[in-house]
């Protein structure tokens, strides 16, 4: 008889989980039509099946959370380490203005020609150094640009071994438009607190 009981429980729990994926389903296709045209061609009844299947326990919200706070770390984290070296040219600069100002208000007038030339003289070696602080603005934005698409890639493999729908390593802009699309559809209906997970079965 348990057991006449417990296969109930069990189709109680498939019509339940259906019910919940319909609902998300639902919710998922009427998010779409808030998207352009193009995109929501591409995103089929089946792949929005699908992702409301990986949507079911609750599990790919939080991993998007996760993902979305790591992302927002690491882009405060690149941003300070480019602002610092703003800040450290920046001193350099300033110092060697005060340098000269300084030196330019202690001089004796018949001396300033001779002052001048000779900070003059120092700033060609200067312009050098400015040359070099461009450079290393560039790489510091290329290595920023760099750490920000592997974690693009870090993102995607992660939600690709999760089972979301849609989500795979690629650079190709079409698709990563429209897995940003993918993500925002996910956060939407985050936002909007659709139930999730065995709780809501």
Not at 37 to 66: C, K, M, N, P
Not at 159 to 177: D, H, I, R, S
């Amino acid at each position: 008889m348990d057991r006449y009981a417990g296969a109930g429980d069990e189709a109680a729990d498939r019509a339940r989980q259906q019910e919940r994926h319909y609902q998300l389903l639902s919710a998922l296709q009427s998010l779409v039509k808030e998207l352009p045209s193009s995109f929501q061609q591409r995103l089929s009844y089946t792949t929005l099946s699908d992702l409301a299947l990986a949507l079911l326990d609750g599990t790919v919200f939080e991993i998007v959370q996760g993902l979305l706070e790591i992302q927002h770390l690491t882009e405060k984290s690149l941003y300070n380490q480019r602002l610092r070296l703003q800040n450290e040219h920046r001193v350099l600069r300033q110092a060697l203005r005060q340098k000269h100002l300084e030196a330019q208000q202690t001089c004796r007038p018949h001396n300033l020609p001779v002052l001048q030339a000779a900070q003059q003289r120092e700033l060609e070696p200067w312009q050098a150094m400015e040359h070099r602080i461009r450079e290393e603005q560039q790489a510091m934005d290329r290595k920023i640009v760099l750490e920000l698409d592997r974690k693009v890639a870090d993102q995607q493999s992660t939600l690709e071994k999760a089972g979301v729908a849609g989500f795979y390593v690629t650079t190709n802009p079409q698709e990563l438009t429209l897995q940003m699309n993918l993500l925002e559809l996910i956060r939407k209906l985050q936002q909007r607190g659709c139930p999730v997970g065995k709780a809501a079965l």
